[in-house]
C-alpha cells in the first residue's frame, strides 16, 4: 500500500517572502466626540470645530459643556475643562 501527499504550494504565488504587502492594517477612526474633544484641547473654539466636522455649533457647545448666556455669547463652563479628555 503506498500513500500519496498532493503537492500545494507553500506560499501563495503572489506571496514573497519579507516584502509589505498591500494591504494596510486597519485603524480605528476617532469618533466625532473624540474628535471635538481634540479638537477643542489643540485651542479651537467650538465655531471653529462645528465647521470643520461639518456640525451645528450648538452640537458642539452641549458635547464640550459649554452654555449660551440669554445675550447669546457662549461661555465656557469651568468644569468643562476639568472633563475635557482624550481616549485613544
Given amino acids: 500500500m503506498?500513500?500519496?501527499?498532493?503537492?500545494?504550494?507553500?506560499?501563495?504565488?503572489?506571496?514573497?517572502?519579507?516584502?509589505?504587502t498591500d494591504q494596510a492594517a486597519p485603524t480605528a477612526k476617532p469618533s466625532?466626540?473624540?474628535q471635538m474633544h481634540t479638537l477643542a484641547t489643540?485651542?479651537?473654539?467650538?465655531?471653529?470645530?462645528?465647521?470643520?466636522?461639518?456640525?451645528?455649533t450648538s452640537e458642539v457647545n452641549a458635547a464640550?459643556?459649554?452654555?449660551?448666556?440669554p445675550s447669546g455669547t457662549a461661555t465656557a463652563v469651568?468644569?468643562?475643562?476639568?472633563?475635557l479628555s482624550v481616549h485613544a
Fill in 2 to 20: 503506498s500513500i500519496s501527499i498532493p503537492s500545494f504550494a507553500v506560499n501563495p504565488p503572489d506571496y514573497a517572502a519579507g516584502q509589505p
Fill in 32 to 34: 466625532v466626540s473624540q
Fill in 42 to 56: 489643540s485651542g479651537q473654539s467650538a465655531q471653529q470645530i462645528a465647521t470643520s466636522l461639518g456640525l451645528p
Fill in 64 to 69: 464640550l459643556g459649554i452654555t449660551t448666556s
Fill in 78 to 83: 469651568v468644569a468643562a475643562a476639568a472633563r
